[in-house]
């Protein structure tokens, strides 16, 4: 199965070894086998590309050539994401799960769905070459091919490094739209928090259900809450260093870092009184494990905690 597996990710197998292998992917009884597999090639792309993000680009390869050569009217495939030991990388299990399903419409446009759970994070390109990176707790609809107007649905957060094109390129979610012709920006639109949209570079307009309207310009941000439209200049590293492996926090009180940490680590974090949930924290998480990450908030704030292993659930209090 190596050697067919091999030939997968490279594109070059026979008919015959592309559904065979695609079965073997599907069947939940090979996870083992698939995540030794992932962990191999792995290693040897690190070692041919050391530049590269390998877990990374590994994923990419898979869940695209089965969404490029997949004909059935709707599937569901899981597919896994190997992290390495070196250094100090995220102690939150070896495998993360991504969800990747497809259907068969009209006209023969297939609908692509990909969605990240807690704890994982994938990074994937759009067939009009726009680069898409997609957070933890995170799902995005798209087409495989794009018509006049180039249209993705979103829940979650995702980053866009969107390919120019004289065709609008749109992010629709339950807050509004995002719209842009070609541009980098971030989209945060998780159920329950406030929407944002942070610009890095070119220029997008934001409009809210309630046809609310905002252009903006690079280093700034908007915030929809409540029906209500605020913008501001930010340090746009703060909000977009995810996709980069790190989490920027400056003067951030820990009632916001804390459903970051949640969705990052796949854990549930519960905050014991009000005095704590405002306790402000700078400093920045770079492949530091959650006890690493425990310890380095403890040091800036006056925290207390401790951890359930049976329910997964981190009690954090504020010492006096």
């Known amino acids: 199965m190596r050697e067919k597996f091999d030939k997968y990710i490279k594109g070059s197998c026979s008919v015959k070894e592309y559904h065979e292998t695609k079965d073997f992917i599907n069947d939940s009884g090979n996870d083992e086998l698939l995540s030794a597999l992932l962990l191999e090639n792995w290693k040897e792309q ?3 590309k050391n530049s590269i993000q390998p877990d990374e680009q590994l994923l990419d ?7 490029l050569s ?7 495939i899981r597919l896994y994401k190997v992290f390495s030991g070196v250094a100090a990388i995220l102690i ?3 495998v993360f799960g991504i ?11 297939i609908t692509q769905n990909i969605s990240t759970p807690y704890g994982g994070k994938t990074h994937f390109s759009l067939s009009d070459g726009t680069e898409v990176w997609l957070n933890s707790g995170s799902t995005i609809s798209y087409p495989s091919r794009f018509s006049d107007t180039r249209y993705v649905t979103l829940t979650g957060e995702a980053y866009f490094k ?5 065709h609008p390129f749109i992010v629709s979610g339950n807050f509004g739209e995002v719209e842009v012709l070609g541009t980098e920006f971030d989209v945060k639109a998780y159920a329950g928090e406030a929407f944002s949209t942070t610009l890095v570079k070119g220029s997008v307009l934001f409009r809210s259900n309630q046809n609310k309207k905002v252009i903006l310009k690079p280093g700034s941000q908007v915030i929809f809450e409540s029906n209500k439209i605020t913008t ?3 340090e746009t590293e703060v909000y977009t260093s995810w ?5 920027i926090f400056k003067e951030e009180p820990l009632k916001n870092i804390v459903s970051r940490l949640e969705r990052w680590y796949n854990i549930h974090i519960d905050l014991e009184g009000e005095e704590i949930k405002n306790l402000k924290y700078t400093g920045t998480i770079e492949f530091e494990s959650f006890s690493e990450i425990l310890e380095l908030i403890k040091v800036t704030t006056p925290i207390e905690y401790s951890f359930n292993r049976d329910t997964r659930v981190l009690s954090i209090t504020a010492v006096n």
Request: glycine content about 6%; hydrophobic content about 30%.
């Open 61 to 67: 390869q898979i869940h695209h050539k089965i969404a």
């Open 92 to 94: 939150i299990g070896l």
């Open 70 to 76: 997949e004909s059935r009217s709707e599937k569901t």
């Open 243 to 247: 996709k980069d492996g790190k989490l």
């Open 162 to 166: 969107v390919a120019h094109d004289s």
């Open 232 to 234: 501001k200049q930010v």
């Open 99 to 109: 969800i990747f399903s497809i259907k068969q419409g009209a006209n023969n446009i």
């Open 46 to 48: 690190k070692t041919q």
